[in-house]
């Protein structure tokens, strides 16, 4: 099972669900209203908060409140030029 962050008022499972929430599915192939969340991963710790926090403020970006791990990654990813 893997955690989904619904993108779009969606019902899921009989429930209306909104967009932010953070719902736990055992699905294959989930729609455009949901996006994978985790599979397994562990909370960020301080250290890498802090090293990451450093690269996104090297590029001149602003991390989102609530942002996980991969969308940060993804964040400097899409915005290094150096690389």
């Known amino acids: 099972m893997d955690d989904y ?3 779009e008022r969606s019902y899921i499972n009989g ?3 909104e967009p932010g929430e953070v719902v736990t599915l055992e ?3 989930p729609g455009s209203n949901l996006e ?3 599979s397994g991963a562990k ?3 301080k250290q890498t ?3 990451l926090q450093a ?3 090297s590029l001149g970006l602003t991390i989102p ?5 991969a969308d940060i990654v993804a964040l400097i990813k899409d915005n290094d030029t150096s690389v």
């Not at 409140?65 to 791990?69: I, L, N």
């Open 5 to 7: 962050k619904v993108l």
């Open 15 to 17: 429930t209306l669900r």
């Open 27 to 29: 699905i294959d192939n």
């Open 36 to 38: 994978l969340v985790t």
């Open 43 to 45: 909370p960020l710790d």
């Open 49 to 51: 908060i802090k090293e």
């Open 55 to 57: 690269t996104a403020d």
């Open 65 to 69: 409140d609530g942002a996980s791990k």
